[in-house]
């Protein structure tokens, strides 16, 4: 038997923030990490020797960098669903499955896959012409939400219309994302996040229910524990952990889901992957996202889920509006130590270009109190980020 | 102004498990490490995209690696001081500064260094022939212990005579090491080791007392909270920051102590650098030791030391005898998930080649039931070790 210096190899389609947390991740078990890299300075490729660069949009590209990986796995939804189902019949270990990925593509396959499998979704319909969505208006009321069926994250891909009269130029707009559809306005009072992962054999562990604070569609803080009633959390837990296992998840599985204010609980966003609603997870769980991700992916064991701290808040760092002035404001060589003044703040910088609204790094504070947690928090996030403000 | 992708750039003289461990830190803070590696399969350079593969003896590789570094530091004691005292003439930032690192180096310099400053040491002499050790046993009793003035560590570099008996044949194994001391034989109740990061500004955070386990002069787990009187620990903890003011260091500074039967404390073993008394701040401290090592060499703010969970156990795999029964029963792809099984274990493989009682990874359980964070930790180690046992 020869020795083998890894416990195994991981291929990463993506090079981005997930991929480069995934690192440290695999770094302590003991993984070869190997990330598919658009440009050699992508934010995982800095940190990662096994980078390649290639592109992720090319089946040759994929089988190359997928040739003597253990398992082929993702930072982000963009390979096609013929490229992932072309890896499969080549033999190609893929967590998740094709028909997985899928689902976290394709929102109007998503929505009818759940929808039929009992979970709870917002009312919806595919939509062809302004008429379909008068018709669903109808039947629903105004506002209504469009939704392109494919590429739409961080706010992407959405648009509200409060009124028929908002229509015409909604549409317009909308239309020319390609497939759509149409659902019921949820009139929202809390966003949470539903993490599991679950082992291509259904093993799953799930972390507790986190609160995720949105501006214009992007995660801009997460809280946990959540504050919600522990029947609203212990439902949204539940829903979280049938989508895993409706989607056949392999890795993480995070379920964005709506709390409406009478306490229902339904599926807003999949994603099939480490998420960012999980960053919390580095400093504040028992075992990190990323771990799991990597040891579900590989079918290991799997880590416990706990929160190690009463309160755990994280809030994440987005690229300013001004981005050339946040150029030289958003000096890391400033900024990082800066943040690290709040003596709880563990600090998270991608080393990625600044540009506006671009997730550039993240800050958690693990504590006993829940407002000291966030007043600290939001602090080194606003240093990080380049902003005025005190520690 | 040009943006710069990191904050700084840090290079690591050293490329072992130290320098592997402290690239995850690394990548947080969105600082590049650059380590110095003496093979390109070392532990570190597996996981370090800028691993150059250079000699630490050779200071034209020592200049060249430094070039371009903010700071240079080290995982390991072994660069020769004259070629220390070159760098810091070139206007490299050493750290610690060479000053520091030759206590760390010379045992017989340290001992004075330490003793002149009034901190607590075991009675020590120079040696040169078997009457002086005979000579300073009339005065201090047998056992005396025998220690080579520099290159001892893991319980290398260490003779214990107990008896007149005894010398001729220590001796005759210890003067081949070089310039010795003789030491009073401690009659040791416990081992503890106090772990400081310092700045150059002379700002210091220490984390709270670590009991260790050493078994043949290695430490094969330790144990926070330390299980000793409470105004024994403060006094380590007050030895501990003294010595790290005295030797000036910048970084961390471990400074491995005994307790004695009655409560003294006197220091036994120091190093200016991350070491493994300090492996357990990865999951058990609020800042582990490789982020608070980083954040000191380069002056930034430095992180909460606190414990984050009750008990916090780490238990070390050393290579067993049984080197190539062990390459095959050590495939990290067996052992990494079956050591896994534990659920609250955080299992570290550092991706070296066995070799008896060489360092291969370790396993930290953080918990509420010291017994039961002792057990899993074990278990684990076990199964990650090779060796039989049920977790």
């Known amino acids: 038997m020869t020795f083998a210096p890894a416990a195994a190899t991981v291929g990463m389609v993506g090079a981005g923030q997930l991929a480069r947390m995934t690192q440290a991740a695999a770094t302590a078990l003991g993984i070869r990490l190997r990330v598919l890299a658009a440009h050699a300075d992508d934010a995982a490729a800095q940190v990662v020797p096994d980078a390649r660069v290639g592109d992720w949009g090319s089946l040759t590209d ?148 986190v609160e995720t604070v949105q501006e214009d569609g992007i995660c801009t803080e997460t809280h946990v524990p959540a504050r919600l009633d522990p029947a609203v959390l212990a439902r949204a837990s539940r829903v979280g952990e049938a989508v895993a296992d409706a989607a056949g998840a392999v890795g993480l599985c995070a379920v964005e889901l709506f709390v409406a204010d009478d306490g229902a609980v339904l599926v807003n966003e999949l994603a099939l992957r480490p998420h960012n609603s999980g960053h919390w ?43 050339s002035e946040a150029q030289g404001g958003l000096d890391p060589a400033v900024r990082v130590p800066s943040a690290l003044a709040a003596p709880g703040a563990q600090v998270h910088w991608y080393g990625k270009m600044p540009r506006p609204g671009r997730k550039l790094g993240h800050v958690t504070v693990a504590g006993d109190d829940h407002a000291e947690a966030l007043r600290q928090a939001r602090a080194a996030a606003h240093h990080l980020g380049g902003e005025e403000g005190s520690l």
Do not use: M
Request: with cysteine.
């Open 62 to 209: 994929l089988r190359a960098f997928a040739a003597g990986c253990d398992v082929l796995t993702f930072d982000h939804e963009l390979v096609a669903p013929e490229h992932l189902a072309t890896l499969a019949a080549d033999g190609v270990p893929l967590a998740p499955p094709p028909e997985g990925k899928l689902l976290a593509q394709d929102k109007l396959h998503q929505r009818h896959t759940l929808a039929a499998a009992g979970l709870p979704v917002p009312a919806f319909a595919e939509v062809a012409a302004p008429e379909d969505v008068r018709a669903f208006a109808q039947a629903h009321d105004w506002p209504v939400v469009l939704k392109s069926a494919r590429g739409g994250y961080d706010g992407r891909g959405v648009w509200v219309c409060d009124t028929a009269q908002d229509l015409p130029a909604r549409w317009a707009e909308a239309v020319r994302a390609g497939a759509l559809l149409v659902e019921a306005h949820v009139p929202i009072a809390t966003e949470v996040a539903v993490l599991t992962a679950r082992t291509a054999a259904g093993a799953t562990v799930t972390y507790p229910v």
């Open 281 to 323: 997870t580095i400093e504040g769980a028992a075992t990190s996202q990323f771990a799991n991700h990597l040891r579900a992916v590989l079918g290991w064991p799997l880590g416990a889920t706990e929160a190690t701290a009463p309160a755990v808040v994280t809030v994440n760092v987005l690229g300013p509006e001004a981005t």
